[in-house]
């Protein structure tokens, strides 16, 4: 278990980053790092937006705890008390973990913002959310975090993704949900 506070640390984020090489050997730093940022942010974001959700108190997301793998994933993040105002707090992990990431791998923190927002939308679906819920969630954290976007394909609600996690730049196909596809592709993939 590692404190909230180590997504901030260069040098933590760096031997995050460094562990996920095993995962994608031939990925440069800013697709490792924006992989990495892709599953941490998700985690990250998570007990804020399931608290939200559900209408109870809302996790503070300066208390948490994660939970991380030894090939340098955040598997999980717990948060140990509640505030009734997440928004600054969230703002302040969220920026010290793109700063971080940024720092050490290269990647634009314009695009680490835009796969906080996507990690936002689709832990609110996960959780039984509404878009209500995560555009919430986005305002209360400020404007560097953009505002979800949902889409319907297939009959259900999806993530209308901001974002792309680079995954195709590590050997590895491009995700269902990809905005570098075609939105011909992308609507025919999401309803299959």
Not at 20 to 32: H, K, M, T
Not at 127 to 148: E, R
Request: net charge positive.
């Amino acid at each position: 278990m590692s404190d909230v506070a180590a997504v901030g640390d260069p040098e933590w984020v760096a031997g995050r980053i460094g562990s996920s090489r095993s995962r994608y050997p031939g990925a440069d730093a800013r697709v490792l790092g924006t992989l990495w940022w892709y599953e941490a942010s998700s985690a990250l974001v998570g007990p804020v937006v399931e608290s939200a959700v559900a209408g109870g108190p809302v996790a503070d997301a300066c208390s948490m705890v994660l939970s991380v793998t030894p090939d340098g994933r955040v598997a999980d993040a717990r948060a140990r008390a509640v505030r009734a105002d997440p928004g600054p707090a969230l703002r302040e992990v969220l920026a010290a973990g793109i700063a971080a990431v940024s720092a050490v791998s290269g990647a634009a923190a314009r695009s680490l913002w835009a796969i906080a927002t996507d990690s936002v939308g689709n832990r609110t679906l996960w959780a039984g959310g509404t878009p209500a819920h995560a555009v919430a969630v986005a305002a209360a954290v400020g404007p560097d975090l953009p505002v979800p976007r949902f889409a319907v394909a297939g009959g259900r609600l999806v993530v209308r993704r901001a974002s792309c996690c680079l995954i195709y730049r590590a050997g590895e196909p491009k995700c269902v949900s990809c905005p570098r596809q075609t939105p011909e592709v992308r609507a025919r993939r999401l309803e299959g």
